[in-house]
Every structure is written in structure tokens, then in C-alpha cells.
């Protein structure tokens, strides 16, 4: 079982950054490809980014690309999204995810995951 922890959420104005953390604990002899997804009032979960085993791959939704930012720190077991420029249409709960795989890939669509955390909200607002 791997068990996953968003941190980092918060009220932020327009124009503002946050950077949202997630602390995964994997099982020892897993490669994990992991991701950043969302949900906002009244709609489904949508893909933000993700990034492959090992950390060389990553893609991000075309919403977000100039402003997300996805990296993960493999010897910390830590997954980031550094969010700029946020707007109001950025507010959901922000899940990370992830699936036990091989070096260099990620996955974009959320079926594709095993394990998720439990969420963290983000609200940009004026």
C-alpha cells in the first residue's frame, strides 16, 4: 500500500503561487509514476500534470502549462506543483496519485492510478 499526503493548500488572491507538497510513502521495490489532479464544485476530477518514474518525463494540462510546474524529489519521497500566476478558475481540491510502474512513464488519465491522497484545498480569490 502506498500512502499519500497533500500538503500546501490554501486562500490565495489572483496572480498569486502556491506550492503544493505531497509526501508518498511507497513500498520498497516500487518505481512510481506519480500525478497531480483536481476537482472543483460541481465537476469531475480533471488530469493538472504528472511526472514518470525517476522524474525525466513529465506533461501538464493545457490549462495549466506556463504556470504549473510538477517536480518530485525521489530522495525525500516527495512530489511538488508549484503553482503561478493562479486565477480564480484554479480553486478545486488538488489530489496527488499514484501507480506503481517502470522508469519513464506517466499517465495523464485518472483510472490509470492506484492510490490517492486525500486531497488539499486550494481557493484564489480576491
Known amino acids: 500500500q502506498v500512502r499519500l499526503v497533500e500538503s500546501g493548500g490554501g486562500l490565495v488572491q489572483p496572480g498569486g503561487s502556491l506550492r503544493l507538497a505531497c509526501d508518498y510513502s511507497?513500498?520498497?521495490?516500487?518505481?512510481?509514476?506519480m500525478g497531480w489532479f483536481r476537482q472543483a464544485p460541481g465537476k469531475g476530477r480533471e488530469f493538472v500534470a504528472a511526472?514518470?518514474?525517476?522524474?525525466?518525463?513529465?506533461q501538464r494540462a493545457d490549462s495549466v502549462k506556463g504556470r504549473f510546474t510538477i517536480s518530485r524529489d525521489g530522495s525525500k519521497n516527495m512530489l511538488y506543483l508549484q503553482m503561478n500566476n493562479l486565477k480564480p478558475e484554479d480553486t478545486a481540491i488538488y489530489y496527488c496519485?499514484?501507480?506503481?510502474?517502470?522508469?519513464?512513464?506517466?499517465?495523464?488519465?485518472?483510472?490509470?492510478?492506484?492510490?490517492w491522497g486525500q486531497g488539499t484545498q486550494v481557493t484564489v480569490s480576491a
Open positions: 511526472i514518470s518514474g525517476g522524474g525525466t518525463k513529465t
Open positions: 511507497p513500498r520498497s521495490d516500487g518505481i512510481y509514476a
Open positions: 496519485a499514484a501507480r506503481q510502474t517502470v522508469t519513464g512513464v506517466y499517465y495523464t488519465t485518472e483510472t490509470e492510478y492506484q492510490y
